[in-house]
């Protein structure tokens, strides 16, 4: 059996009209290696180092008992393949605060709206099942689709990050967007 013809399995965690998340799985190793290392998508979504099959199936076999990170496989389900993976990262259960970062790692998906239902999804789990109260993001100037994502889902701008990130050989400025849960529920999500 040839890579392309390996039998991928879903077990949705989060349904929405379109896409639904998937709890991320080691099996699925090479698809994340092959949409880290893809040379445009790697370009916005900041992966600087060459990951290896190997490093992507340690970060899909995280064992915390308290996690840190909880990561999604995105699945397209007019095609049942998945596109891409997203989550919330960086949780401080504390603080009840975290940021959310998205990854649409198969070019022909993008532009189609499909990372704008993932990110509702992912709101919707952080603030109503994971009770969270402050999210973010921090998104690269150019990577224009990406911040026009976070905008139509409800962040807020909250200013730009001058020289915060190194692509090309030149300083890019990092948007930084904020939610609290009490504007995204009076939004009515």
């Not at 370009?43 to 915390?64: G, K």
């Not at 998906?109 to 921090?138: D, I, M, P, S």
């Not at 889902?153 to 948007?175: H, L, N, S």
């Amino acid at each position: 059996m040839s890579k392309d013809e390996i039998k991928l399995k879903a077990f949705p965690f989060i349904e929405g009209e379109d896409v639904f998340l998937c709890p991320i799985q080691s099996e699925h190793a090479e698809l994340y290696t092959k949409w880290a290392n893809h040379p445009k998508g790697r370009r916005y979504s900041r992966f600087v180092v060459p990951i290896t099959i190997e490093n992507a199936r340690q970060w899909a076999q995280s064992t915390d008992d308290i996690p840190k990170n909880i990561g999604f496989e995105i699945w397209y389900k007019k095609d049942n393949k998945p596109i891409g993976t997203c989550g919330i990262g960086d949780i401080d259960w504390i603080n009840r605060t975290a940021f959310l970062f998205m990854n649409i790692g198969e070019p022909e998906y993008w532009n189609k709206h499909l990372g704008t239902q993932a990110g509702k999804l992912l709101l919707k789990y952080a603030f109503n099942e994971l009770n969270l109260n402050r999210l973010v993001v921090k998104i690269y100037e150019p990577n224009i689709g990406s911040w026009k994502v976070a905008e139509k889902i409800g962040f807020t701008f909250e200013g730009i990050q001058k020289a915060a990130v190194y692509v090309d050989g030149k300083y890019y400025g990092a948007k930084a967007y904020g939610l609290l849960k009490e504007d995204w529920l009076k939004k009515g999500s």
